[in-house]
């Protein structure tokens, strides 16, 4: 089963929108799904919620240390409690899938991103499961640190919320350690297909014949 699930992302009302914050954003929902109230808990360096499942105890935090100190507070909740890494999952953006994609994963690199670097580092193992909600990539590794930290656009803001709504349905699957069938419902989930773009000159055409405005193709 899983025992913790921790929302990686930056605290403070200034990073509350920004893309880097999309697995408080998770959990949020998940907190509100699950009927608990996170609350700061110091000796753990976060936000901390106990929800009981089946007589379960899940565990739900938001390290309130910053993104790159994310892992002193996972590691001090897991040590506490006595959880094993298997027994967590790190719900955290991604930069390589698109607004809109979700997929779960256990184990593997951290691919960069710094909280999960400082997450290995302080469980002692990378074998953990993580929910990786994808937020594009501004195309240029050297515009990444600055993409993150900015508010999506409207459009990719729908798209990540209606990814996060999705993948929420398969929060009873991760709970209960069914992870196949929570495989199949997070990754069957296929964000919608972007509208293409306006065909140019088409707002002069309309304008020149009477200002009747071309068929909106709904692909």
């Not at 753990?44 to 105890?57: K, P």
């Not at 670097?117 to 594009?136: C, E, F, K």
């Not at 997070?186 to 002069?204: F, V, W």
Request: aromatic fraction near 6%; charged fraction near 20%.
């Amino acid at each position: 089963m899983i025992k913790l699930i921790a929302g990686l992302g930056n605290p403070g009302p200034d990073y509350e929108h920004t893309r880097h914050n999309a697995g408080f954003w998770w959990v949020d929902e998940a907190a509100r799904l699950l009927k608990v109230s996170l609350q700061m808990e110091r000796g753990h360096f976060g936000l901390v919620a106990r929800a009981s499942v089946v007589g379960q105890s899940v565990w739900l935090v938001e390290p309130q240390t910053f993104m790159n100190l994310s892992g002193k507070s996972v590691a001090s909740v897991a040590r506490f409690f006595k959880i094993a890494p298997e027994e967590v999952l790190v719900v955290h953006d991604e930069l390589d899938l698109p607004p809109g994609e979700v997929k779960l994963k256990r184990g593997g690199g951290h691919a960069g991103h710094n909280g999960l670097r400082d997450i290995h580092s302080q469980l002692g193992s990378a074998d953990y499961w993580r929910l990786r909600v994808g937020i594009g990539h501004p195309g240029n590794k050297n515009d990444v640190a600055n993409w993150v930290l900015k508010r999506p656009s409207p459009d990719d803001r729908i798209a990540i919320v209606q990814a996060l709504d999705r993948s929420l349905r398969a929060l009873p699957h991760l709970i209960a350690g069914e992870m196949d069938k929570a495989t199949a419902l997070i990754h069957t989930s296929k964000p919608p297909r972007p509208k293409p773009p306006r065909p140019a000159g088409a707002a002069t055409q309309a304008e020149a014949g009477g200002g009747a405005s071309p068929p909106v193709d709904k692909g």
